[in-house]
């Protein structure tokens, strides 16, 4: 798919445009780059669309879990009629230490989530104000190999603590323990497979929490049997934590309609809609690599490697694309391009959609891209 | 995207090579018309290799160069003032760019400031800490010995706490990282050039222990008292040594606003028409037939260990350095201009650009800046312009 540039009449016209601080950059023109009367024989087409922003997965302050320590009636606190006041300090968010709340972001790729989670957990397993038998976690590397998140807990962690997840990543998770609000997760099964259930139900809660907390009845640890560790994976909706789907450039070209079918899951059938676009784009793809180390023997540990995706980069090269579309009668005097950012959400009823938003351009950030109108011989 | 055909009858091919040392411009004088004055033509530039070896990323600006300062937090004196400066050998409180370290890279960059905590780590550990400032200390809050092994990171065969350090995560995220007694006594100020460049939302960095709310802040309000004194902070509120919260991120990637040039292009004197450029809003012509942005290239390595991801990462990025193909022969990406005439042309120029974003200290704003590309006596650029006739 290519237009011809020595071809008599083709009339190659270049529009460059660069834009600082914002998303949307436009222009009134002395004069239309065509004639109002021919621009129903021109093709138009995108090149050397270059962006430099910040674009994260999951911005700064995101907070992930909560890890929650269950208080055994043993330990002879009052009980009360709060259930969650079984949990140390859940009615107050403020007494929480802030080596129990795992806050990520800014996130940029799954390695770098999968990272600032164990940087957590590093400073969880350290922190020496944490008193009691809290135990040790850890971000298992050989899931993150795999593309799927999970934490590897030891009998002290997984006997006493329940992980309270924010709504933003309960909806994220598959699997979840809980509801809206109460999106929770703990090592609720054996290896003979015995099974606890979510403890979203408030009169369950106030009964005795040893029953969900992967013990016996007497509050002892004699059905671990996973060893030194046990992992709890929590496969995610987003392919890889990503949630940056594409770019769009929005414009106010004169173009035809293009045909959508977005169906939000497997039993949405929406029939398609038409809808002005422009340029629609896929975000750059984070590739993740396998590293395996070898000397003598070869390692059982394996590394993952990704590409980052930030800073500047170039979503559509000079030539050989495909994006050029056909113009209608109008006029081009006044150009205007707005660049909108497509992101996958969790919904709250377990559907993910597409939500478009502005991409962010503060002070510093800009983009820049080249439209080309050619006509038609 | 448009292409050219070649293989057809009485189309005209020339191909142009301009090579120049120790210039942006190449001025260019034939000896005959270089194109068929009978015929229309369209023009590409088809390769460019620059030398960057004198376009840094990062570009000495004197205004800009201050990025820290550290400063004492002694309790009751007024904040940001000569009371709670600090005076280190060397001003080594400060962390400052220098004109003759060329940055070409996030890691120089990185490298840089973590060179920089090194030195001011080691300079207050060899002084020591006190509260009144006896001998040669730093008059602070709290009292430890000159090289004590709990400010200083070469005690006990490096096995020493480190005072101040930096790290990045894998996404490229600042983190300053300080022990309890740095936090305890020091803060550290920013500019607004730094807080730009490496994402810092915060005039001072601060750590404090609040203890009201079993938690730890890095507000100002934290750090200084209703009057602007530096807050007193009793001994039981302190952040206790073994303490593993005592790390500040930076609001975003180090790779948003690092890399200043923002692409490199090349102008000829030819007569291209219809080529606009609408740069802010603002229309006006141009001459320019290839433009090349200087793209991120960033690989995170993650590490495992028995099992469990490993807390150091590996980045691995590219660095503009030397000779770098903007443009090869091999991609074909090629911008099609057509020239209005090719009537006698013999002579041109052909010149080469680097768009730069530079910070404003008066007004914190950045701004575009265009300028020839600063080319080393010994270096040489080389570019190809490939001329076709219209058929």
Redesign the interface.
Known sequence: ????????G????????????SNA???V??QP?VDDSETNRYIT?V??L?V???I?IFK?GTEVFTIMEVTYPDDEKSPSDNPWERFDGYDND??????RKCVVG????F??F???V??FC??YN????LTGNRGRI?????L??RKQFGL?GNLQFWSRHILDFTNEFGRLFDNMLGEENYYHQYLHNNTYGHAKGPLHNDQIWLQDVTEYMFLDEDGEATMWDFGS?ATLAMPCKLDMFENRVGLQVDSVLPLPFEMFCVNANKQDRNKGKSRYAFLTLDFPEGALSH?TRFGSFTSD????????R?????LM????????KKLLAGTLQT?RYELMLVRKVANKDGTVTLKTEPVEFT????W?M?V?F?KQV | MSQVILNRGNVDVTELQVEQAGSASCEVITEAPLLDSTKDYVMGCTSCVVPLTEEPMITYDVNNALLFTVRRRKHGVAANTAADALALAGDVQNCQLVPGYKIFSVTDLVTFIANWSTRFSNAVADRGLSADGAGNTINVNEAIAANHASIDRRANNLQGTRLLGVSLTPGGVLQITGSAPFWNNFYIQTTAYCRELLGFSYAALTISWVVATNTYSNTLASLLAPDGTIAVIPVASRILLANTHNTINADYSIFRKTEERMRISMEVALSVPMNISIVNGVERRTHTIFSAPLQSDIKSTLRSDDGVIEDTTELTLRAFQGRVHLLKKSNGNVQWYPLTSSYAIQNSRVEIYVTRRRFHSATSRWYTDRKPLAVDPDSVWSASLKFVSVF
């Open positions: 798919m290519t237009t011809l540039a020595n071809i008599n083709a009339n190659i016209t270049r529009l460059s445009f660069q834009q600082m601080h950059c436009q222009c023109l002395m780059p087409t090149e050397n270059v430099s922003t910040d994260p700064k403020e007494d929480l230490s802030a080596n800014p996130v940029y790729s390695s770098d999968v990272h600032q164990q940087e590093t400073r350290r922190d020496i104000t850890y971000v298992d590397a050989r993150a190999a590897q560790y590293i540990e394996i590394d993952i490697s990704q590409q980052v930030t800073g500047l980069f170039q090269p000079d030539a050989n694309n495909s994006v050029s150009q002070n510093g950030d800009f820049s080249d080309i050619t």
